[in-house]
């Protein structure tokens, strides 16, 4: 059926991706700010991303991350997007998260990832085994992690005699992650919530998205589907501004379009002077469907539409402006748009 909502909820995604040259400590500092600000203005949740080995963004720890988070916010919900499941022993995901969910009851959110978030050679040195790396072993994970959380491992498993957490009601609420079919196949058959990465994968959000709906299956996690599409949004007070605003995080991604990686984010000043080159300009125009950016009433249209296109709940923020002021001013403009109730 088609879903004619015209106010989906609205989230964040945070990367913590350090700008300017800033240190991680004040990159964490921005964080937390944005959060306050996010919590104050009524967005839904906040979400941090997990990735290794990167010389640009600190957001290793989401477990951490939230746990600090949910201390400094009163309402906002909190957690990962994602927890990359292989990087980690199922038992450990289930202590953490039930942890976070006693010490803020009803505030915590668990985005599993299939990825790794990082290179293979990182990917070893986390899992200390040639064999976890090579091996696909995520269905086997993803269970076990349930089972942990449900105590319902099947009669004689040894796992069955674990207690992970003092209370059995501990848990948190439960999203997949994606940006192709296999993460919402996960979702629909265990029924889950369902995120999908729309800034890695814009070309197939739609009908990834449509299919869970479609193939979802209720549970004792959700009786109904619950689905977030997660985007780049830069928002401004005019159309002029917000393409201004936009010019780092477009060059950011048609760098990385044409193999560079090595590079720090580009400040605004650098992205305004930048000239492409033909292999970058083609990698910039690849990634149009990765942003949304506009002002108020654009990006307010194009995200109505683009949540009845891909029948989607929610749609999660990923902001990669440089600039502190204009970052919060984006999220202002949007929860106006959107009607949030701060």
């Known amino acids: 059926m088609e879903r004619t909502t015209d106010r989906p909820a609205l989230s964040v995604l945070d990367l913590a991706t350090i700008q300017n040259g800033e240190s991680a400590t004040e990159t964490l500092r921005q964080s937390t700010e944005l959060a306050k600000l996010a919590d104050r203005l009524g967005y839904t949740r906040y979400w941090f991303a997990e990735h290794h080995n990167t010389r640009f963004q600190i957001s290793t720890s989401p477990d951490l991350l939230a746990a600090h988070t949910a201390a400094l916010t009163e309402r906002i919900r909190v957690g990962s997007g994602g927890i990359m499941l292989p990087n980690h022993s199922p038992l450990k995901v289930v202590e953490n998260f039930?942890?976070?969910?006693?010490?803020?009851?009803?505030?915590?959110?668990?985005?599993?990832?299939?990825?790794?978030?990082?290179?293979?050679?990182?990917?070893?040195?986390?899992?200390?085994?040639?064999?976890?790396?090579?091996?696909?072993?995520?269905?086997?994970?993803?269970?076990?992690?349930?089972?942990?959380?449900?105590?319902?491992?099947?009669?004689?498993?040894?796992?069955?005699?674990?207690?992970?957490?003092?209370?059995?009601?501990?848990?948190?609420?439960?999203?997949?992650?994606?940006?192709?079919?296999?993460?919402?196949?996960?979702?629909?058959?265990?029924?889950?919530?369902?995120?999908?990465?729309?800034?890695?994968?814009?070309?197939?959000?739609?009908?990834?998205?449509?299919?869970?709906?479609?193939?979802?299956?209720?549970s004792r996690y959700m009786q109904e589907p619950y689905s977030i599409l997660s985007i780049i949004v830069i928002a401004a007070d005019t159309e002029e501004e917000a393409r201004h605003l936009a010019g780092p995080a477009e060059l950011q991604w048609a760098r990385w379009g044409t193999g560079t990686y090595k590079l720090p984010p580009p400040t605004l000043e650098e992205a305004a002077s930048h000239r492409y080159s033909p292999a970058e300009e083609a990698a910039r125009e690849e990634s149009r469907g990765r942003f949304v950016i506009g002002s108020r009433a654009q990006v307010g249209e194009r995200l109505r539409g683009l949540a009845r296109e891909a029948q989607v709940d929610e749609i999660m923020v990923l902001n990669m402006i440089t600039e502190m002021e204009p970052r919060h001013r984006s999220y202002e403009l949007l929860a106006e748009e959107f009607g949030l109730r701060g």
């Open 98 to 218: 039930s942890l976070l969910e006693a010490l803020h009851p009803g505030r915590i959110d668990l985005g599993i990832g299939r990825a790794p978030g990082t290179d293979g050679m990182t990917a070893l040195a986390l899992r200390r085994s040639r064999e976890a790396v090579t091996g696909d072993d995520f269905p086997e994970q993803l269970a076990e992690l349930l089972a942990f959380f449900d105590r319902d491992f099947p009669e004689g498993h040894p796992f069955g005699k674990i207690t992970p957490s003092a209370d059995p009601s501990l848990r948190p609420e439960l999203f997949m992650l994606g940006s192709s079919d296999g993460g919402m196949r996960f979702a629909s058959q265990y029924g889950l919530g369902y995120a999908f990465a729309a800034q890695i994968n814009p070309g197939f959000a739609v009908p990834v998205l449509r299919a869970y709906r479609e193939h979802f299956r209720p």
